[in-house]
């Protein structure tokens, strides 16, 4: 261990010289680590010292923005003037903290700047009389909005807040883990020892100045009682300090906190709490939006946060998410009704852009699918994807024992690296059911102690003798497969292999077991697990050091694939050696959600630049074409069919689903023959296209003819988007303005790697691009195009932007990215240049990439890239088949509906 502890020695050395400086050069980073390698206790190999300088240049170049922010044209600012008044006692705690965790003073910059934008849009705690604030931040899953919320606490009770109620999630463990974090970062003392245990209660902050810390009515192991309160000593009007209360989104227990702030604390005739009052609610979108299916109903939940808020004559209400599409901007029926929505942000709304070393969505599934994603497909022998609660698992897939073995490789890789006594975790989701939970994590058990025996008996031997032993070989077939290209040798691997595998252990994390991810008692020599879970695994619970995970979920909810996603986050030094084994349809969805959420965030800073309200972004969001999905899912039970109003302008729509029955598959091959036909007829022959990188484009043709195709295209109902009535009624309606001239593109398979379908319906020889049928599809009813639903390839919508224009937005968007390079680029960014609107008329082969389909008939489908308007946003009107929604989404129904407990 001794190089291992001088490669530690030295990291904290240079570490310490580092953080003096603003922004260190790499040139820097090595100069100090040549300085300090003479020392006895720093002396590390050229290959360390490498190694090293890398992490910190990587550590210490991270930056982060200021994210948008929309706020109502109403409020008076106030905290400018009060700053001189305010003591930053919390904050500057807490900043001391952060920056001992290793936050580049870039990020710690750019945090104290937005906590003080958000602190100043809630009201002046000084500030006499009745008033109450909404507002909501969204953030990215994993990001560090408990690290943002923490800040704006601090703040918040330096500006003079007085109590402070933190609602985080429904299950006890999240609750208890954002206690922890709260004890570390605001209070500075452990909540669940006994007040005679002073010295190892202070904790964190408390470490730097404990004259005041925060009364704490909630502790680590334990939520809020009304015995407990009591106990706990006196009323609130009668503290010196800050009143701290971490509670879980739960019915009963908002029950007991109201009642005993009733009780004990509410006076006066509206017998109201006079302190002002901060309300942070972790996981908004999660429970407490009212989602109820009558007119006139309130889900319980929604209607106790109301009640607790009424409660304080002063109060500000701040709901943090992730996931913003499912909650209180869908809710309202009518546009009118949506400010007087109980929790809606009328006051402000504001996004946090994560640091650039944020290991999200984006990246994993947008940027570098194939060096993070593996795909399961052996898993129907062994545990079906949909399964009842009885099932029993005898062996464990194939795919997910590789998981394992990867994980126990990777945890080797990182002690190579120095990185000892670091959290390890995996994630394993592949069941709702908590008995099946328990026999998933009891095989991995059983596989776990094969794997360590192995380790720890022939892991020291040299490699030709140790490969002899099955699982080492399996183990080294791992590292060829997933880490050969890493800084790392086999021989280094297999050396540690035993201190890598023996301290990991599969535990169950759910409703029913007992709190198995303490990582705070494991601080020193870290903490190995594999964590088989379901529900528990799903929202806002941190697996730290978070590298493998096998996710065996299906779900096409926005909220809760993104939610499920505890793989996004930050990976220090290790980020390389994560893995995500999932489906390929899963895949899909989450790089079609990526996309959709960024485009979300991009339109709230565009919405920002045209100094627009809450309430303007409140009813750009219900207009998105993907609230489709959500509106429904919301609304179950209110009938068999939900209207939803949509606007096209700068959206982009296709035939996700298709007819699949001979006379519809014939009508659309005539639909687009007869589409070449009067395109020929005005003028503008596809023959006189121009080639181009994919097929043919034709430019600047009258709508007229488009019309009539979309007339006549018979359209599956599945595909909610491209129904023609609404469709043809948007482009009508801006007809003779701005969708007066089109473009055309036929994608045409330049180089197929196939024996290819080659089609001459459109009068002109078209190569026809193969796509898979989606796994339920229907024949002779319905046709998917792919599990993902996805018709058009990346950068189609290129086609007909000028090619400045292209470059222009490429450039703009490596600016709001920080990086130089960017190997794929999203299609909304071409679609924001548009000036003419583009029809992608597609010719498709049906089938498996290895079958011969040269004897098929091309199946027809579209799509359409619709410019930005100028016009005011007319949005149109669909029909959604609630009996439909029922069909497709009943799994993601169901966990909806169970309200978070596994069964």
């Known amino acids: 261990m001794g190089v291992l502890e001088n490669l530690k020695n030295l990291e904290l050395a240079v570490e310490g010289l580092l953080a003096r400086e603003t922004s260190p050069t790499p040139e820097k980073v090595r100069e100090l680590i040549t300085n300090f390698r003479v020392i006895p206790t720093c002396t590390v190999s050229d290959a360390d010292a490498e190694r090293l300088a890398r992490q910190l240049e ?169 015995v407990g309160a009591e106990q706990v000593g006196g009323k609130l009007s009668d503290l010196r300090v800050p009143a701290v209360f971490v509670i879980k989104k739960n019915s009963k227990t908002l029950k007991n906190l109201t009642d005993w702030l009733k009780d004990y604390n509410a006076r006066g005739g509206g017998r109201t709490v006079e302190a002002p009052m901060l309300l942070i609610d972790d996981e908004a979108d999660n429970a407490s939006i009212n989602i109820k299916h009558g007119q006139g109903e309130v889900s319980k939940i929604n209607a106790q946060l109301r009640e607790l808020l009424r409660m304080f004559e002063r109060s500000c209400y701040v709901g943090y998410t992730a ?79 590789k998981a394992v073995r990867t994980f126990v490789v990777a945890r080797a890789i990182r002690l190579v690296r120095g990185q000892v006594n670091q959290h390890c975790s995996m994630l394993v989701n592949a069941s709702r059911f908590t008995d099946v939970q328990r026999q998933i994590r009891n095989e991995i058990h059983v596989k776990l102690e094969a794997i360590q025996a192995s380790c720890r008996v022939n892991g020291a031997l040299l490699p030709e003798k140790s490969l002899k032993d099955p699982e080492i070989r399996e183990l080294h077939t791992v ?249 043809r009624h948007y482009i009508e309606d801006r007809a003779k303005g701005e969708l007066k001239t089109w473009d055309i593109f036929v994608p045409s398979v330049s180089r197929p790697d196939y024996t290819p379908l080659i089609d001459g319906t459109l009068g002109i020889e078209v190569t026809c691009q193969r796509r898979k049928q989606g796994s339920t599809s229907r024949v002779g009813r319905t046709l998917l195009v792919t599990d993902n639903q996805r018709v058009a390839s990346r950068g189609v919508e290129k086609m007909g932007v000028d090619s400045t224009a292209i470059t222009e937005a490429e450039a703009d968007y490596r600016t709001k990215l920080g990086q130089k390079d960017v190997r794929n680029y999203p299609d909304r960014i071409y679609r924001n240049r548009r000036i003419r609107p583009l029809l992608v008329l597609h010719l498709l082969a049906i089938g498996d990439a290895d079958k011969d389909l040269s004897g098929q008939k091309p199946i027809v489908a579209w799509s359409i890239s619709f410019p930005r308007t100028e016009l005011p946003e007319d949005r149109i009107e669909y029909v959604v088949n609630t009996t439909w929604m029922r069909e497709n989404y009943r799994d993601d129904l169901d966990e909806d509906e169970m309200a978070g407990d596994d069964e």
Not at 103 to 111: C, D, F, G, I, K
Not at 143 to 172: E, M, P
Request: net charge negative; aromatic share 10%.
């Open 58 to 226: 990587a550590r210490h170049d991270v930056t982060m923005t200021i994210g948008a922010m929309l706020t109502s044209h109403d409020f008076e600012p106030w905290l400018e003037g009060h700053r001189s008044s305010i003591d930053p006692y919390y904050w500057s705690r807490y900043k001391r903290l952060l920056a001992e965790k290793n936050y580049s003073s870039q990020v710690l910059a750019t945090m104290d700047n937005v906590t003080d934008r958000i602190l100043g849009l809630l009201e002046n705690p000084n500030r006499e009389g009745h008033w109450d604030r909404r507002g909501m931040v969204v953030g990215h899953v994993q990001s560090g909005k408990t690290a943002n919320y923490t800040g704006l606490i601090c703040k918040a009770a330096d500006a003079g807040y007085r109590i402070i109620i933190v609602i985080a999630g429904i299950h006890n463990n999240l609750r208890n883990q954002t206690q922890a974090r709260i004890d570390e970062g605001f209070v500075g003392r452990d909540s669940a020892l006994k007040v005679t245990d002073r010295e190892r209660r202070i904790i964190g902050v408390g470490r730097y100045d404990s004259r005041h810390l925060p009364w704490t009515f909630t502790n680590s192991i334990r939520d809020f009682n009304r």
């Open 479 to 727: 590292w060829e497969e997933e880490y050969g290209d890493t800084d790392t040798e086999w021989p280094d691997v297999q050396k540690v292999l035993h201190e890598a595998a023996s301290p990991i252990r599969a535990v169950e994390v759910n409703s029913r077991s007992s709190g198995a991810l303490n990582y705070v008692d494991h601080e020193r020599t870290g903490l190995n697990v594999i964590a088989v879970g379901g529900f528990s695994l799903s929202r806002g619970l941190t697996l730290e050091g978070l590298m493998v995970s096998y996710f065996l979920r299906n779900s096409m909810m926005y909220d809760t694939l993104m939610q499920m996603g505890r793989w996004f986050g930050y990976r220090p030094g290790y980020e390389d050696l994560c893995r995500v084994w999932m489906l390929d349809t899963a895949e899909s969805w989450y790089r079609y959600i990526a996309e959709a959420v960024e485009e979300l965030r991009e339109e709230m800073r565009r919405m920002e630049e045209a100094n627009a309200t809450p309430e303007q972004f409140g009813l750009k969001v219900r207009s998105h074409p993907d609230t489709l999905i959500v509106t429904a899912r919301n609304k179950m039970g209110s009938g068999e069919q939900v209207v939803v109003r949509v606007g096209l302008g700068n959206e982009f729509i296709e035939t996700t689903a298709l007819r699949w029955d001979d006379n519809s598959l014939n009508a659309n091959r005539r639909a687009a023959a007869r589409l070449a036909e009067r395109l020929a007829a005005e003028g503008k022959p596809l023959a006189g296209s121009d080639t181009v990188a994919g097929g043919r484009l034709l430019r600047e043709v009258p709508v007229g003819p488009i019309l009539d195709f979309l007339t006549e295209f018979q359209n599956d109902p599945q595909s909610m988007l491209t129904d023609p009535a609404p469709v």
């Open 323 to 401: 996931t913003p599409f499912a909650n209180i901007f869908i809710s309202p029926d009518t546009d009118d009704a949506m400010l007087g929505e109980d929790l809606f942000p009328k006051h402000f709304i504001v996004g946090l852009d994560p640091p650039t070393n944020y290991f999200g969505a984006t990246r994993v599934f947008v940027d570098d699918p194939r060096v993070f994603i593996r795909h399961i497909d052996d898993n129907g022998d062994y545990l079906p994807l949909t399964h009842p609660k009885e099932t029993q698992v005898t062996t464990l897939p194939p795919s997910l024992i």
